[in-house]
């Protein structure tokens, strides 16, 4: 079952925050999110299993909504470096090939 | 710095051609994962190997043919293949309990067929 991400997408200037949420419908053991620029592989932000807990990375950070089935990825004091789409991943399991990915999110963050 | 590599980055064939994309990992993971995504697309699961065994074939059509020689190389080909085919094509490695871990992508193959 394909997660729900939202916004489909959002602009921002320089310094601010945004928030881009993922869904499922299903019980979820993991949620992991990336960040894809144009032309380019996606990369590897942050996995976050399930506990509920919350995690940081610079000013991008994620929480985990065990009970909700939901995880959202705060981007603070946006930089212009973290345009790009950002995908989350779930998983219901620990076996490989059980994630599935969200539509995406497209941020564009202009100066 | 990619610790998935793949090879060729760009890549036009025929209609007739065969080809193969390569991808080499050397994280040590026993999971791999051939993705194929198109424009303003999610990545769409091709096939999942784990511990170098075909694990996972997401009904790919038969023109697409995968290969793992070994732990850190996977192979992917091609053969008569469809303008729709055209796309970005995404190996992927893991823990094999990618649902703790998560993926690293290589850089990706951008496939067009003529």
């Known amino acids: 079952q394909q997660p729900v991400q939202s916004p489909q997408a959002v602009i921002l200037r320089e310094g601010e925050d945004a928030v881009i949420n993922c869904s499922s419908s299903?019980?979820?053991?993991?949620v992991h999110w990336y960040r894809q620029k144009h032309g380019e592989a996606p990369v590897f932000l942050m996995i976050?299993?399930?506990?509920?807990e919350q995690k940081g990375h610079e000013k991008i950070s994620a929480s985990f909504n065990e009970k909700k089935q939901q995880s959202s990825l705060y981007l603070t004091a946006s930089q212009l470096s973290y345009s790009g789409t950002y995908f989350c991943?779930?998983?219901?399991?620990?076996?490989?090939?059980?994630?599935?990915f969200g539509d995406g999110t497209t941020l564009t963050v202009k100066p | 710095d990619t610790e998935v590599t793949q090879t060729p980055k760009h890549l036009v064939m025929g209609m007739t051609n065969k080809k193969s994309l390569k991808c080499e990992q050397h994280?040590?993971?026993?999971?791999m994962y051939w993705y194929k995504q198109k424009a303003k697309k999610p990545p769409e699961l091709m096939f999942v190997?784990?511990?170098?065994?075909?694990?996972i074939n997401e009904s790919v059509p038969s023109r697409f043919s995968p290969e793992c020689p070994n732990s850190s190389l996977l192979n992917l080909h091609l053969h008569a293949l469809q303008p729709e085919d055209s796309a970005l094509y995404l190996c992927?490695?893991?823990?094999?309990?990618?649902?703790?871990?998560?993926?690293?992508f290589g850089s990706g193959t951008r496939l067009t067929v003529v």
């Open positions: 992927a490695s893991s823990h094999p309990a990618e649902g703790r871990t998560g993926y690293t």
């Open positions: 299903k019980a979820l053991y993991s």
């Open positions: 976050l299993l399930k506990g509920g």
């Open positions: 991943g779930t998983a219901n399991n620990t076996n490989a090939g059980k994630s599935t």
């Open positions: 994280m040590g993971h026993r999971a």
């Open positions: 190997y784990s511990y170098e065994k075909l694990s």
